[in-house]
């Protein structure tokens, strides 16, 4: 009989061993903050393709980190649709819902969310942002360190000189580029200023035309082809990237590339495309929310300084152009992806696991 009682026993003992480790292994999936699955908002601003791409990448970094909506944590998305207004209530609304935490995607979402979260009630993470040093919400550059207490977040500085360089690579004869862009958005305002001097030490004339909605970029557009630009260039303009196709169908029929430093769709049109890889920089972004949610200190979080870019090339724009322009063979071995009359190819070895 005691034989049996001690089967029993370890039999039980086991049991418990078991539970106890499948207890601990659920505690560390179903992490909390003070006891509660933390409630985290996404808010971007608009509906482009970039800031889909962020987002995708935001949620899969903290999937990564073992994050999953509606496991072990709680998130909910708001989108802004281009309005400022909109953007004002969204943020007000955050912050007077108690959420845990804020995630970004957007100058202008940082900039709305930062103004209604003066007081650092919520933390606040962004991500998609071309220089949030001159974003006016307190983030110097003096240190990775300098920034708010519980604002911190990943930068996505667009290489606005180096699309230009690229651009008299291909087309050394270029002297003129137009460029479409809203002055109420600070990000474009940022990247505009940078192709006027990159323009003035290029010797390329850059003419400019303004547009405070979506609706008016195709005929500013066409506006600029009247004017004989050799070129368009988009830069970080949440505005004209709403309306990119009419920017390529108005370039096409004056039979001129457009350029940009936004690298999302990969085949929309354009004959290159160098920047920020926007997914990549959201996975980071996740990733960082991910470490704070965990119960990493923003403070003690660096801005990083190194983001993963990505180039694309479009031979098939090409062959429309009245002007020559050509991909040397180092641009095409650099690109990460190439469209070509064969298809898109992405190129494997460029893919970056963060």
């Known amino acids: 009989m005691?034989?049996?009682?001690?089967?029993?026993?370890?039999?039980?003992?086991?049991?418990?061993?078991?539970?106890?480790?499948?207890?601990?292994?659920?505690?560390?999936?179903?992490?909390?903050?003070?006891?509660?699955?933390?409630?985290?908002?996404?808010?971007?601003?608009?509906?482009?393709?970039?800031?889909?791409?962020?987002?995708?990448?935001?949620?899969?970094?903290?999937?990564?980190?073992?994050?999953?909506?509606?496991?072990?944590?709680?998130?909910?998305?708001?989108?802004?649709?281009?309005?400022?207004?909109v953007a004002n209530a969204i943020a007000g609304q955050v912050v007077a819902a108690g959420f845990d935490m804020v995630v970004t995607i957007s100058t202008p979402s940082l900039q709305t969310m930062a103004k209604a979260n003066s007081s650092e009630k919520v933390i606040h993470v962004f991500g998609l942002v071309a220089d949030p040093y001159r974003a006016g919400v307190g983030i110097g550059r003096k240190s990775p360190l300098d920034h708010p207490k519980r604002l911190v977040g990943v930068p996505s500085p667009l290489p606005v000189a180096d699309s230009f360089r690229l651009a008299r690579k291909l087309f050394p004869g270029i002297q003129s580029v137009g460029v479409v862009w809203n002055p109420s958005e600070a990000n474009s305002e940022i990247t505009t200023m940078q192709a006027r001097k990159i323009c003035q030490e290029l010797r390329i004339n850059l003419r400019e035309v303004n547009v405070d909605s979506s609706v008016a970029v195709a005929e500013a557009a066409a506006a600029l082809t009247v004017q004989g630009v050799q070129a368009i260039w988009v830069g970080g303009d949440n505005t004209v990237l709403l309306a990119l196709d009419s920017v390529v169908s108005a370039a096409r029929k004056a039979r001129i590339p457009v350029f940009s430093v936004i690298p999302t769709e990969l085949n929309r049109g354009t004959l290159f495309d160098i920047g920020t890889n926007f997914y990549d920089?959201?996975?980071?972004?996740?990733?960082?929310?991910?470490?704070?949610?965990?119960?990493?200190?923003?403070?003690?979080?660096?801005?990083?300084?190194?983001?993963?870019?990505?180039?694309?090339?479009?031979?098939?724009?090409?062959?429309?152009?009245?002007?020559?322009?050509?991909?040397?063979?180092?641009?095409?071995?650099?690109?990460?992806?190439?469209?070509?009359?064969?298809?898109?190819?992405?190129?494997?070895?460029?893919?970056?696991?963060?």
Do not use: C, Y
């Open 2 to 85: 005691w034989t049996v009682i001690r089967k029993l026993s370890f039999g039980f003992g086991l049991f418990l061993l078991a539970s106890a480790i499948l207890l601990i292994s659920d505690w560390h999936q179903r992490r909390t903050i003070g006891g509660k699955i933390p409630r985290v908002a996404i808010v971007q601003h608009s509906s482009n393709v970039a800031l889909h791409e962020g987002v995708r990448g935001v949620l899969d970094g903290l999937a990564a980190k073992g994050l999953v909506n509606g496991q072990n944590i709680s998130i909910k998305r708001f989108n802004a649709d281009g309005d400022l207004t």
């Open 281 to 354: 920089a959201g996975r980071m972004t996740g990733k960082m929310a991910a470490e704070i949610l965990g119960g990493v200190d923003p403070a003690t979080i660096p801005i990083p300084d190194k983001i993963p870019e990505k180039l694309v090339v479009n031979k098939q724009a090409r062959k429309i152009l009245k002007d020559p322009w050509e991909f040397p063979e180092d641009i095409i071995a650099r690109a990460d992806v190439i469209v070509d009359e064969a298809g898109v190819h992405q190129k494997e070895t460029h893919t970056k696991v963060l």
